[in-house]
């Protein structure tokens, strides 16, 4: 088998992405990375174990992406750029007829808001043009969702309830800095909390219900209420579901800052006038911010992700939790980066690796628990996000 991909987004992603598919020759037979700084680029390039070529575009504009595709011929795109990106990316993909994956969800730039809607909407459009596209094949959307099929598949006849649990242990030494790029991260946060039981969605204020978690490998964490993408594919596929929340820690350090920070208004999104010219808080913000990339030579600990069901199997109530550890440094050591890209960037090769195998095939606009889980899971052991089960282990009420 000889194909080639073209990976779109050359920042902390996008590095563990090519190091990772550079791994894999017998799959990947040539990379192509392309992000709108060509030296971001050619310096990830100058770094990996084997030949990348590298060109610059800007994704924002469908017209450049689609000539970029078509000077290349890739058979699949990975887009580990921004979430803003998504739509031009999967317009070119549609006019040149390849497949495309992504690990986020498309957000309109003036507005934090997270749904499957504008993509999904491209459901028929794919479909007609014989065409794949994987929609959130990160951590989280990614491998909490194939966890959820897994479970689906191996372990239950209904899954009551769902808790996703996402905790970063780790320690970078800085003052305040986020794991990846951190526009989309701080607009991810400081939105409202919401989950979705009994088939309503019920809202909360952003970071108002706390909960002390017990984490695998890592001890007790103060872990907080948020809504995630994923929960909005998950409540279609998974059968029997009454609830399904996220919960993600935070530090009481980063949730000092972060409120300083929303007090002052440095993390508005809209225009605001300065100096006579325009300019956006949070962008302004970013560009003042340590890059993602940075953290990892400093980076200690672990994080742990994974996903608590409760639930029926053969008429007794069954409780587990499958989830994932790593450790900052030793991913460091690998590929150049911290955990948090790197537990994005591994799922993101072998979601395109099921693609050009064929094992995952389908014409349209799919989420990723609704392929086979197993052949997935299997890649997660070999390809470095090795996976454990704890039975009886549930979040505490
Ligand atoms: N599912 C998950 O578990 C998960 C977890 C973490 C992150 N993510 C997603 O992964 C993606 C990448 O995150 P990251 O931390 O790697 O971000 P990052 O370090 O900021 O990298 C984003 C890259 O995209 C490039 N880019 C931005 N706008 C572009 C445009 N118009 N055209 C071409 N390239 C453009 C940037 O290029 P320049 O540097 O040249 O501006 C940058 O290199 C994000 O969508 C994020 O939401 C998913």
Same mark, same amino acid.
């Given at each position: 088998m ?10 902390g ?28 680029c ?10 990348v070529?590298? @060109?610059? *575009? &800007?994704? !924002? ?5 689609? +000539? ?5 011929? =890739?058979?699949?795109? /990975? ?31 003036e ?26 094949s ?15 598949k ?8 769902? @808790?996703? *649990? &996402?905790? !970063? ?5 800085? +003052?305040f800095a986020?794991?990846?790029? =951190?526009?989309?991260? /701080? ?8 989950y979705?039981e ?27 209420l948020?809504?995630h993408?994923?929960?909005?594919s998950l ?13 993600m820690t ?16 440095m ?11 325009k ?11 340590p ?16 996903v608590?069901?409760?639930?029926l ?42 693609m ?10 799919f ?5 086979d889980p ?24």
């Open positions: 000889s194909k080639k991909v073209l990976i779109i987004g050359a920042g992603v996008g590095n563990v992405v090519v190091h990772k598919c550079a791994q894999v020759p017998e799959v990947f037979s040539e990379i192509i990375l392309a992000s709108r700084t060509l030296a971001k050619d310096a990830i390039a100058a770094n990996a174990a084997r030949p070529r590298t @060109d610059q *575009v &800007d994704a !924002n504009d469908a017209s450049q992406v689609t +000539a970029l595709i078509e000077k290349y011929r =890739p058979d699949v795109v /990975i887009n580990v750029a921004l979430p803003y990106q998504d739509l031009p990316i999967m317009d070119a993909c549609l006019e040149t007829g390849t497949d495309y994956l992504d690990t986020a969800n498309y957000e309109p730039p507005e934090a808001t997270f749904e499957y809607k504008w993509q999904w909407a491209y459901h028929d459009r794919f479909k007609d043009e014989g065409i794949m596209a994987l929609l959130g990160g951590f989280d959307p990614g491998v909490t969702n194939v966890f959820c099929a897994y479970a689906q191996h372990y239950y006849d209904e899954i009551h309830t769902v @808790d996703i *649990v &996402d905790c !970063n242990a780790g320690e970078h030494g800085r +003052a986020t794991n990846f790029n =951190p526009e989309i991260n /701080i607009r991810e946060v400081t939105q409202k909390g919401r979705w009994n088939g309503q969605w019920v809202d909360v204020d952003p970071l108002s219900v706390r909960k002390d978690i017990d984490y695998p490998q890592i001890g007790r964490r103060a872990s907080y948020m809504y993408e994923e929960l909005e409540v279609r596929h998974i059968k029997g579901l009454k609830r399904i929340r996220f919960w935070f530090s009481e350090q980063y949730l000092t800052h972060l409120r300083v920070l929303e007090n002052v208004g993390t508005r999104i809209d225009e605001v006038e300065f100096e006579g010219r300019i956006v808080p949070l962008k302004f913000l970013k560009a003042l911010l890059d993602p990339g940075s953290l990892g030579p400093t980076y200690t600990g672990k994080t742990c992700i994974g608590m069901f409760d639930g199997k053969d008429g007794r109530r069954k409780q587990m939790m499958i989830y994932n550890s790593c450790d900052h440094a030793k991913c460091y050591q690998e590929v150049g980066a911290q955990a948090v890209p790197y537990t994005t960037g591994v799922p993101a090769m072998i979601g395109a690796k099921m050009l195998e064929g094992t995952w095939r389908g014409a349209g606009v989420n990723i628990e609704e392929f197993d052949p997935f899971m299997a890649d997660l052991n070999q390809y470095g996000l090795p996976w454990e089960i704890v039975e009886g282990k549930s979040i505490e009420l």
